[in-house]
């Protein structure tokens, strides 16, 4: 296993084109609304605004679309160091909901905290944004993927 | 802490009233097409149709849109046995994609393991069903949910 | 994926042999008091007593033994359905501490969930016991394992 | 809910009394040989040497003692957040276990990630050392702890 590189650097124009191919056949988050906002090496963004079709009982954003972003984001971060012929599954998360996701939208940060040949763990990051002010932590998680050879299927 | 109780039983009117009036209000349930399909006390199970709106990139249900109807049916199964002034949080959970969710939809089943006074801990499985054929598990999860008096906000 | 196979069934005296060498060579194990009571196919008890060596600050069994003892019964019920030249690793557990492990000893059982090819999913249950007394779930958990070769390292 | 405050002061020689004090009541950390090293508001850190008594069976140190002494690590940075008359129990750890942990000894790193009123939220890390080499990252967790207030109890 590696440690995660760098995630300052930009991500190859193969790599981004791969990961947004991906998502764009992903139904769930045209549905949802989300899309990418950044895809660097071992790190992915992804915002989801806040709307009455991914609302919970009392008006914010329910935990099951906090979830479902953080963990495609998660899945594409790991992507992002998988060779071109690979394809990642989620095994499992684990994500604590901190607190009501009050604001305008919400930004799931996924990243890779250790790469491995067939494992890779990753970390959840969900923050509440809104316009003119700050951002606050929503939830917080640990996801562990695969990754598939897809050429060998 | 009380052992959860017989899940045999029919819940009454009133929980199966309370139950189906919050999940009414939950504008992500209706945006997936997700709706309840029986209520217990201690246990809820929860359906979800296979479409486009819900798929990930392979066409298999997406395992946000799984996890999303596991942790409401978990929520629900708590809030069975919860007196009539109180809600409930999910404070986390953590959940095993087992296999792809291939089939025609999928049941959520949430099942209460331990009620006490503040904290529920219940368990999440998700079943992918194919008419003709039986069912498998593609998801099982561990949930931790919080208990809110309404009365007193 | 196979469904875990029926736990009523004794398993093989090979398989006992190699799960109890194994534990054998843990010395942790055997530095708690711990001690294997059971071994079916796809299951595995181990017993730990209370005393001193083990307890927290209030002289309960410490979640860190109650924890130590899950995880290695988890791991050696999936060892049970492995092929001979095969150990298995913890990839990642969750437990939930769910009272306080009052009682003269605990007991670990992990059962396996599903079992895969690579990786195989665990049930965790620990429960305190006490003479003349019933039985009280203590812990509920969910691991991931994986399966490694030791003939081709 | 608040953000965990900067982990660079030290705690007050009373947080740090108390959480010496919990922390020598607790049989198995003797036991093991675990000591503090470190208690900063929010933060504690834990060492534990490698040696036999606490080994798997492959000679490394035994997944449940790095649990262990995670898990303890997270209650006690939980604590040093606590008002003197509250108690922390663990609610719930999810850990990976990301490499062997090789080295003469391993430490392991409890961040308070949130602070509420009730629940505490912790990030949990564990290195394995060496003298003369780096550190290697061989678990990361995420931990959900409750204060309790015994001046009630």
Redesign the interface.
Known sequence: ?T?APDQQQEASAEVRRRVQD??D????????GARITGITPGRVHIVLGA????????GYI????T???A??AGGYAALTLFPDDCDV???????????PAVGDRIEAIGTV??S?R??T?C?LEVYALRDGAGRT?VA???Q?L?RVNTSAQ
Chains 1, 2, 3, 4 share one sequence.
């Open positions: 296993m440690e991906s998502f056949r992903q139904g769930l988050m045209a549905h949802l709307r009455e079709e991914v609302s919970q009982q009392h329910h935990a099951g679309a979830s479902a972003v963990d495609t599954l989620t095994v499992e998360y684990k994500i604590n909901l901190l607190s905290v250790k491995g067939t494992l763990v970390r932590l917080h998680g640990q562990t695969i």
